[in-house]
């Protein structure tokens, strides 16, 4: 353990050294499109990287999601997932215009999540300038169909379907630089349409307006009392509607989630939002429809396994103070199936959601030097133990 | 017209994949590659185009031998961005100082096959957005593998940007259309089968530049294509598609003025072949009207048509790269 955690901070240059690959990597991945279930195109780029850096084996599964395995040199051992979703919150009409300055990067999903399928690629390169064998198989997956609606499906499948056993998993995101997530909360992603007839008559003396109808379960959720202990709350984080300043909305929709570290609190709240909408619904005679967009059952590790002690070693190691919080990601989804996995951001980095998302190049290098630690120390048997 | 060329000399960059067969080509003929990318203003496209195909074509498959930016004075920071990330920096007013300063793109491709060094140079625009080395290697693929082919182009589906940051999938080319393809049509209809005359990426023999006069603005591809046909005929040429290629929608106004210098350019070749009689004298000023406080303008823009000589009649030139031959005696 401590031989490694040695060699990590020497790693540092070496992979400075390798800037413009890795670089070219990121930008490759990034100016190609690939909104949520329109990942095609990345997939063939993501394919054609590892390729050309002479993987093993690089195919897609059944769910088309890109895989490359770089053969380890034991055959007992279990492989390594290494993760990073591919598809981004944009859609494809936009141009995808990266652009490079002389300390960071900027263009649209660069840090949710370009950087990290661009560092995921260029891993076999960095393995190979590091001189860095693997007694495990190491599988790098782009998988798809992660965002919203896609519901991490890419991930779902490829576990569910995946033959024998996986000895640990490092998920990758473009930030932030210090993130260690080893537990997810329990989630629901859920939408809220309020549809307004247009006819006029007995119904309605005056047409309800679906933007205030929206306003009034809101106010209602507001009121719910949330337990402090399991830690739960409700975000609502989208809500559109309407037509005109000064036109009545007949249409309006709201999305928000529902998270706590229990699965059952989660699910009491979601009947409780269901109440407050089918009340309004009946009392203010208003189509409104409560769905499901995703969800996710609450997992962890505990903060004593021994992945995340090491892997919080490993970014001590490299001077990086880890930070952990619950995130609702491919890691939730790798903990449901007992593969002890972490997640780990590569950068820092601003405007994640914006067309001009900008990542910081320099703590890049630390940020990967972590990741190929967490792997290392992931072959050396820390998951084992 | 024969449009067997069209079949023989049309390629697409996936027959050129294996980069590593370009380069056991380049070692094996001995030659050495550069690439050219003439900048004005391109902070935000340079280190991008310099990264990738540094990486790809230099570091990982030794195909290029070195990346040169020739900027035309530049007030952002294109040039040093550029040197941030590796490529040999110049201005051009700083190349062969003797000789009268102009500026534009012209010039600066000119001006390259002195500082250059390479056999073959690749001339690539430098704001493609979505910029990947097959723009490079796709060029250098026919140059290399096919020993007739001296001169490639480039042709592409244009997507073109509109607004802030929304993509048009089909348009662009609109100069090509209304204005040299007729032209080509009319009196050169052999040429009809260059799909995209005017891309502003080609690569090409050292041998084939340096012979031909250089028009320092937007004509200069126009022109490119004229010489090397006038002088070596279609055969030697071939072009490659690169597939896609997002670049910036201009306004018609600017498309205008392009047009005037293609124009002028191409008129000026057939006089000089002796194709054609002019018996009045065509104007330098390109005049558009804008309507200003309700009363229209003239806006006028004067274009010289300065253009170079072949590179082979300047001094220097012939000093650096063929210093054995008699002082002002072309090799």
Redesign the interface.
């Known amino acids: 353990m401590e031989g490694y955690l040695n060699r990590i901070p020497e790693m540092v240059e070496q992979i400075r050294a390798v800037r413009?690959?890795i670089?070219?990597n990121i930008?490759?991945i990034g100016?190609t499109p690939a909104p949520t279930f329109r990942e095609k195109r990345r997939t063939s780029v993501f394919m054609d990287r590892l390729a050309?850096f002479q993987v093993d084996e690089v195919t897609t599964d059944g769910y088309r999601n890109p895989i490359g395995v770089i053969h380890g040199t034991s055959a007992e051992k279990p492989p390594i997932f290494v993760v990073a979703h591919l598809d981004t919150f944009f859609n494809k009409?936009?141009?995808?215009?990266?652009?490079?300055?002389?300390n960071t990067i900027t263009g649209?999903g660069l840090m949710d999540n370009t950087v990290g399928v661009g560092v995921l690629v260029s891993l076999p390169f960095l393995f190979q300038c590091l001189g860095l064998r693997f007694e495990s198989d190491i599988v790098l997956a782009g998988v798809i169909q992660s965002i919203g609606k896609g519901n991490l499906r890419g991930i779902r499948h490829l576990l569910k379907t995946w033959e024998g056993p996986i000895r640990g998993g490092v998920c990758i995101e473009g930030g932030e630089l210090g993130r260690l997530n080893y537990f997810s909360d329990g989630m629901i992603r859920a939408e809220i349409e309020c549809s307004i007839s247009r006819s006029t008559g007995v119904t309605h003396k005056f047409l309800p307006n679906s933007i205030l109808v929206l306003n009034e379960i809101i106010n209602e959720i507001l009121k719910l009392r949330l337990p402090q202990r399991p830690r739960s709350r409700i975000v609502i984080g989208k809500i559109s509607g309407g037509v005109d300043h000064g036109a009545v909305a007949y249409e309006a929709t709201m999305g928000l989630e529902i998270r706590s570290h229990s699965d059952r609190i989660v699910k009491d709240i979601y009947k409780d939002i269901q109440e407050i909408v089918d009340g309004i619904s009946h009392e203010d005679q208003v189509d409104l429809k409560l769905s499901t967009i995703s969800n996710l059952n609450a997992t962890r590790l505990r903060y004593n396994d021994p992945l995340v002690k090491h892997s919080a070693a490993v970014l001590r190691a490299l001077g990086i103070e880890p930070v952990s919080d619950p995130t609702e990601s491919a890691l939730s989804i790798l903990l449901s199936h007992n593969i002890p996995s972490v997640t780990l951001g590569v950068t820092h980095g601003y405007n994640y959601y914006e067309?001009d998302a900008t990542m910081e190049i320099e703590p890049m290098y630390k940020g990967i030097a972590q990741i190929i630690g967490v792997i290392t120390a992931i072959d050396s048997g820390v998951c084992d133990e | 017209m024969n449009d067997g060329w069209l079949k023989t000399n049309t390629f697409h960059y996936s027959e050129f994949r294996d980069v590593a067969g370009l380069v056991a080509a380049k070692q094996k003929k001995g030659l050495t590659i550069s690439l050219c990318l003439p900048t004005l203003n391109e902070?935000?496209?340079i280190?991008?185009e310099i990264?990738?195909i540094?990486?790809?074509l230099m570091?990982?498959h030794p195909l290029i031998d070195e990346i040169v930016v020739v900027d035309s004075g530049s007030t952002d920071?294109t040039r040093?961005?550029a040197k941030?990330?590796?490529a040999d920096v110049y201005e051009a007013n700083d190349i062969l100082p003797r000789m009268e300063r102009y500026q534009g793109k012209g010039e600066n491709l000119w001006k390259a096959l002195y500082i250059t060094r390479g056999d073959i140079i690749v001339y690539l625009d430098a704001d493609i957005?979505?910029?990947?080395h097959r723009f490079a290697y796709g060029l250098l693929g026919p140059l290399l593998l096919h020993d007739r082919i001296k001169y490639v182009k480039a042709f592409y589906d244009r997507p073109i940007?509109i607004g802030k940051?929304?993509?048009r999938p089909t348009g662009g080319g609109r100069v090509t259309e209304l204005v040299v393809r007729p032209l080509f049509s009319i009196f050169f209809p052999e040429l009809t089968q260059i799909l995209q005359p005017l891309s502003g990426e080609y690569a090409g023999y050292r041998d084939i530049f340096d012979q031909i006069p250089f028009p320092i603005g937007y004509g200069v591809e126009t022109s490119m294509i004229l010489d090397i046909y006038r002088r070596w005929g279609l055969e030697v040429m071939a072009q490659v598609d690169l597939d896609r290629r997002?670049h910036r929608n201009q306004d018609t106004k600017a498309l205008g003025k392009m047009a005037f210098v293609i124009l002028k350019t191409f008129i000026n070749r057939k006089l000089e072949l002796g194709l054609i009689d002019l018996h009045e004298k065509m104007y330098d000023e390109m005049i558009q009207y804008n309507l200003v406080r309700e009363e229209y303008k003239a806006n006028i823009t004067r274009f010289e048509g300065h253009e170079r000589p072949p590179m082979i009649g300047i001094e220097e030139y012939r000093e650096k790269f063929f210093p054995e031959t008699t002082q002002g005696e072309s090799p």
């Open positions: 413009d690959t670089i070219t930008l490759l100016q050309e009409d936009i141009v995808y215009n990266y652009s490079v300055g002389e649209p067309e | 902070e935000r496209t280190a991008k990264l990738i540094k990486s790809e570091l990982r920071s040093e961005i941030t990330y590796g957005k979505n910029i990947h940007a940051n929304k993509l997002i």
